[in-house]
């Protein structure tokens, strides 16, 4: 049985942790059967919020390059970014995104939704499975007609003109990385439940209420709110 907590939670039951892709949520979708390289994070997403036309997730990193390669050496939690500070590089972001046709969507500190019709398809991995790996061979096969090569490095040099940006300890947002495009399946051996009520109207035939006086089967999921 695999618990997945959404969130810090007081009351989270005790057990063998199993191994963590970044957040909660990519947890759940690597339970579900997902590669880790890229689970379908904006799918799941998507319809968690009710939101159509997500192409993707963006999040923002900090990188670091040398003469011929570049890496991303720190995402998620480990950007120690509070709500006040994401919230100031999402109203810096947005307005850029919006003249190239593309709506962002804040889902927490870290994770934000692409919303776009009509762009091109995009090939990427999650951002946590490429921490300290080479961006190179990710960046040429990321979408042949190098549009989000070109949005990521526009990014980059909005980012780099951000007082706010050079100065935030302990770690600089310098770069974002847009990942978690694919499509979302639930296979039928694996039983969910949660007590979430977004997740139990997005996928109302996949995901059944959690009952905590109930007997779980042990191939059940929990996604615990």
Request: hydrophobic share 45%; charged share 15%; aromatic share 10%.
């Amino acid at each position: 049985m695999d618990v997945i907590v959404l969130g810090a939670h007081p009351a989270a039951p005790e057990g063998k942790p199993i191994k963590h892709h970044g957040n909660s949520w990519l947890n759940f979708l690597v339970a579900l059967g997902c590669q880790d390289r890229n689970p379908p994070l904006a799918a799941l997403l998507a319809a968690y919020h009710g939101l159509s036309d997500v192409v993707g997730v963006l999040s923002p990193v900090h990188w670091e390059a040398t003469h011929n390669d570049a890496m991303i050496v720190a995402a998620g939690e480990a950007l120690q970014l509070t709500e006040d500070q994401a919230k100031l590089l999402f109203t810096a972001v947005r307005p850029f995104l919006l003249e190239e046709h593309m709506e962002l969507f804040y889902h927490d500190k870290t994770t934000w939704l692409l919303l776009s019709q009509n762009k091109p398809s995009l090939r990427s991995e999650s951002v946590f499975y490429l921490l300290h790996q080479s961006l190179m061979p990710v960046l040429a096969r990321l979408d042949d007609s190098l549009y989000w090569q070109r949005l990521l490095t526009e990014l980059q040099m909005l980012f780099s003109s951000l007082d706010y940006c050079a100065t935030q300890e302990p770690m600089s947002i310098n770069g974002v990385w847009v990942y978690g495009e694919g499509n979302l399946h639930f296979p039928q051996h694996k039983i969910v439940f949660s007590n979430d009520p977004n997740l139990l109207a997005a996928f109302p035939k996949n995901i059944r209420p959690l009952d905590n006086k109930m007997s779980l089967p042990r191939q059940a999921i929990i996604v615990y709110r």
